[in-house]
C-alpha cells in the first residue's frame, strides 16, 4: 500500500552542490508531477511527465532538470543547488488526465540550501 | 491566465463551529475543481473534487459547491473537530497533462 514514495525526506546542501530527488509510484500512473511548496504561495509545479520518456516544464522550471526512464519513476535533479531553491518538494501521480482523476502525492522532501 | 485565490489565514475557531473556506477562481474553458487537506507533516490529500457547474463535492462532513456564475469553489463544514486541524488547498486542473493551479493554502487550527 506504498502510493507515492519519495527518497529522501530531509537534505541539507551546499550552495553549488548536486543532488537528485527520487519520486516512486506503484498505482501503474501514467503521469507524475513535481511540485515545490513555499510558505503563501501554495504548490507551484516545476515539471511534469505524461507518459515514460517524456518531460515538459511546469511554472518555475529553471534551476532544475528532470528523467522519466520508468513509468514508476521520475526524477528531480539540482545541478547546482542555490540557496532559493530551499523548499519543501512534492511528487505525486495520477492514472490519466489528472483534470478528472485526482493527483496521489507524496509525503515530501525538506530541502535546506546553505 | 488560470488562478486561484483562497481567504487568507490562519483561522482559528473552537471545536464544533461552522466553518467556511473562501475559494475563487480565473480560468478558460470548464476546469475541474478540487480541495485538498494537508496534515502536519504529510502530503496532500484530495478532500473532494467537483467536475461540472453545480456538481457538489462532500466527504468526511465537508461540503464545496461548483458555482459557474460566481466562479467560487467555497468550502464548508458544519460543525468542526480538532482533527479537522490542518492547511487545506484548493486547486484546479487544466485539461494539458492534468496539471493542478493551487490557491496559496488556508491553515485551520480547531481549538477544544
Known amino acids: 500500500n506504498a502510493g507515492v514514495t519519495q527518497t529522501p525526506k530531509f537534505r541539507v546542501l551546499k550552495t553549488g552542490q548536486s543532488m537528485t530527488l527520487l519520486c516512486a509510484q506503484d498505482?501503474?500512473?501514467?503521469?507524475m508531477y513535481w511540485y515545490r511548496q513555499d510558505p503563501g504561495m501554495g504548490l507551484r509545479l516545476i515539471h511534469y511527465?505524461?507518459?515514460?520518456?517524456?518531460?515538459a516544464k511546469g511554472e518555475v522550471p529553471d534551476g532544475y532538470n528532470v528523467s522519466r526512464l520508468k513509468k514508476q519513476n521520475f526524477l528531480l535533479g539540482l545541478e547546482s543547488a542555490a540557496p532559493s531553491q530551499t523548499s519543501v518538494y512534492f511528487c505525486?501521480?495520477?492514472?490519466?488526465?489528472?483534470?478528472?482523476?485526482?493527483?496521489?502525492f507524496g509525503d515530501g522532501t525538506r530541502l535546506s540550501i546553505l | 491566465g488560470n488562478s486561484v485565490t483562497q481567504m487568507e489565514g490562519p483561522v482559528t475557531l473552537s471545536e464544533e463551529a461552522f466553518l467556511t473556506i473562501n475559494c475563487t477562481y480565473t480560468?478558460?474553458?470548464?476546469?475541474?475543481l478540487f480541495w485538498y487537506v494537508q496534515y502536519p507533516g504529510e502530503g496532500l490529500q484530495l478532500l473532494l473534487k467537483?467536475?461540472?457547474?453545480?456538481d457538489k463535492g462532500s466527504n468526511k462532513g465537508f461540503e464545496a459547491t461548483y458555482r459557474k456564475e460566481t466562479t467560487s469553489f467555497h468550502l464548508e463544514k458544519g460543525s468542526v473537530q480538532v482533527s479537522d486541524s490542518a492547511v487545506y488547498f484548493c486547486?484546479?486542473?487544466?485539461?494539458?497533462?492534468?496539471?493542478?493551479?493551487f490557491g496559496q493554502g488556508t491553515e485551520l487550527s480547531v481549538k477544544p
Open positions: 480560468a478558460t474553458g470548464y476546469p475541474s
Open positions: 498505482m501503474n500512473h501514467e503521469y
Open positions: 511527465s505524461v507518459g515514460e520518456g517524456t518531460t
Open positions: 486547486a484546479l486542473s487544466v485539461k494539458q497533462g492534468g496539471k493542478l493551479i
Open positions: 505525486a501521480s495520477s492514472s490519466m488526465d489528472g483534470s478528472n482523476q485526482p493527483q496521489h
Open positions: 467537483a467536475t461540472k457547474a453545480d
